[in-house]
């Protein structure tokens, strides 16, 4: 079982890699899509996507952006994010959603790309703000969190995904 990071995005950002996920894996199927959260701390004077993209512009460099790991499709949502936005964030990355997730509800990290299940609970408690969700639709966990499409980037989409993978040849 691997993810979207080991089995497609590590080849393109690491220069030597132990295995060459194209020759030594045959892909078997793909078992889930994970859509991400953009989260905020309360505290942050942003309520939606376009708040944040505006106080990003007036502040560039100056907000940071945890994610769950460098080359983690976390990661790359959050560049196409800044890509897209035309806006400076300061990459964080953490070893994990989860540790990303507490760290922003403690408010040391204004921000952070996350997998769903990492801060719904807090979302629905009111500790975190969801901004946007990066999937093409709403998630039914939290119908009420608009995706970046809907929320002024209409060409954005990004999820991670999981497949099982087995030896070339097999």
């Known amino acids: 079982l691997g993810a979207a ?18 020759k030594d894996f045959a ?13 905020a701390h309360p505290s942050l004077p942003a309520n939606n996507l376009q708040e944040l993209v505006a106080l990003a512009s007036a502040k560039p460099g100056q907000l940071m952006l945890g994610y769950g790991g460098n080359g983690t499709a976390m990661h790359l949502s959050g560049e ?9 964030l300061v990459n964080v990355p953490y070893k994990g959603s989860g540790p990303a ?5 403690a408010g040391q990290l204004p921000l952070a790309m996350v997998d769903v299940a990492s801060a719904i609970a807090q ?7 969801a901004l946007a969700v990066t999937s093409r639709t709403r998630v039914s966990a939290a119908p009420d969190v ?21 030896p070339a040849g097999t």
């Open 101 to 105: 997730a507490v760290d922003t509800v």
């Open 146 to 166: 608009p995706t970046f499409a809907e929320s002024g980037l209409p060409d954005y989409e990004a999820t991670g995904w999981f497949g099982v993978v087995m």
């Open 5 to 22: 990071g080991a089995l497609a995005a590590n080849v393109s950002l690491y220069a030597k890699m132990p295995y060459d996920p194209v």
């Open 80 to 88: 196409l994010f800044k890509l897209m936005a035309k806006v400076q």
């Open 123 to 129: 979302v629905k408690a009111g500790r975190l703000k």
């Open 27 to 39: 892909p078997v199927s793909n078992v889930a899509f994970v859509p991400f959260f953009l989260i």
